[in-house]
């Protein structure tokens, strides 16, 4: 027998490599551009004073704003902590370990294949089109055996959104089959683009949503899954019996009120205008080789040599996110749009490199 504690661990966990959250990498900067944040804390404070008791496991208040600011019954929204919570939560619910896979097109977020490999699930890739759409005709070879469909639209990191009619098709090859989930953590940039109103007409759509973006709430920890009831009922038999502390509830029913629903729209419209600013000033700097267009709050762009000026302006506070690592992305850098001052020293810095460089 063993002496080694980390032997009693499945194997599986063993080997993971963790999600490298923006978080986990650290950095010691005062412009933080890589975890797609909003840049400025948002007016909202704790009303509760009922910490001596268990939350609702769905807060009414919470559950009914949510599902009038997104056009759906409440009986039709789950909330938990975060997207993420929600995104291995489905897995949880509809697949059997060993057995049943789930299938994603990358690039996009990494936590689906780590959620997967952490509960023990395969996992199946369809690398995207050279243009980011779907390879429907590669997924229809991979879907025996797949429960779960994740697709992220606005797509994370290449901010590109997927095409309506390829989803339908998607939603078509999987029904009776397979869940699809519209990852839309980004929706509030491009609002016209949401799956919710498609819910009535496929039952298995499922859409992850999250106040972390445009709400400018990341440290709450608060996602909502828009689903039909039958849906909702299977996420509720595996959900932690208390998944949003007091606190948590409190501050996202302020941010779902009118007022607060107000103010997320003026901070997304500013966002926007910073990335149209950037996306103006990029493409003129000789150390950018191409910015792709992009309908979230960042941008992915492509660099001459992109480990240099992800150093260089990481030494410089300036904290963008690499994305060597992800498929088809060599050369490519994610950056969050921050405060219009923040953009404008991110150019500088930028220009002084392009000059250095010539």
């Known amino acids: 027998m063993s002496n080694n504690v980390e032997d009693l661990a499945r194997a599986n966990v063993r080997a993971l490599t963790p999600y490298q959250s923006a978080r986990r990498l650290g950095g010691n900067g005062d412009v933080w551009l890589n975890a797609n944040e909003f840049p400025l804390p948002v007016p909202f404070e704790l009303s509760q004073q009922t910490l001596n008791r268990y939350p609702e496991c769905q807060p009414k208040l919470v559950i009914s704003r949510y599902a009038a600011y997104a056009g759906v019954q409440p009986e039709q929204v789950l909330v938990s902590r975060g997207a993420d919570e929600g995104i291995e939560l489905l897995m949880r619910a509809f697949c059997e370990p060993g057995k049943d896979a789930i299938l994603f097109c990358p690039p996009t977020y990494g936590m689906y294949s780590v959620s997967a490999e952490t509960i023990g699930i395969e996992y199946r890739t369809v690398p995207a089109l050279d243009n980011w759409q779907l390879n429907l005709p590669a997924i229809a070879d991979q879907l025996d055996g797949v429960k779960v469909v994740y ?35 980004y929706i509030e940039f491009c609002p016209q683009a949401t799956l919710a109103g498609w819910l009535q007409e496929f039952p298995h759509l499922v859409i992850l949503r999250t106040l972390s973006k445009a709400f400018a709430l990341a440290g709450l920890r608060c996602g909502f899954t828009l689903a039909n009831k039958p849906v909702i009922d299977l996420l509720l038999k595996v959900i932690a019996p208390y998944p949003l502390a007091t606190p948590v509830a409190d501050v996202a029913a302020q941010a779902l009120s009118e007022q607060g629903i107000a103010l997320m729209r003026q901070h997304a419209q500013q966002l926007n205008d910073n990335r149209a600013w950037l996306c103006e000033q990029l493409p003129q700097l000789s150390v950018v080789q191409q910015v792709f267009p992009s309908e979230t709050n960042y941008i992915l762009a492509r660099f001459t040599d992109s480990p240099k000026v992800f150093k260089t302006l990481w030494d410089q506070g300036i904290i963008l996110r690499d994305q060597n690592k992800n498929p088809g992305l060599a050369g490519c850098l994610r950056i969050s749009i921050g405060t219009r001052e923040e953009c404008e020293r991110l150019i500088a810095a930028l220009q002084a490199l392009s000059v250095e460089q010539a």
């Open 151 to 185: 697709m992220c639209s606005p797509n994370n990191p290449t901010g590109n959104l997927i095409d309506q009619d390829d989803i339908r098709q998607l939603l078509a090859m999987t029904a009776g089959k397979a869940l699809v989930v519209a990852d839309e953590a």
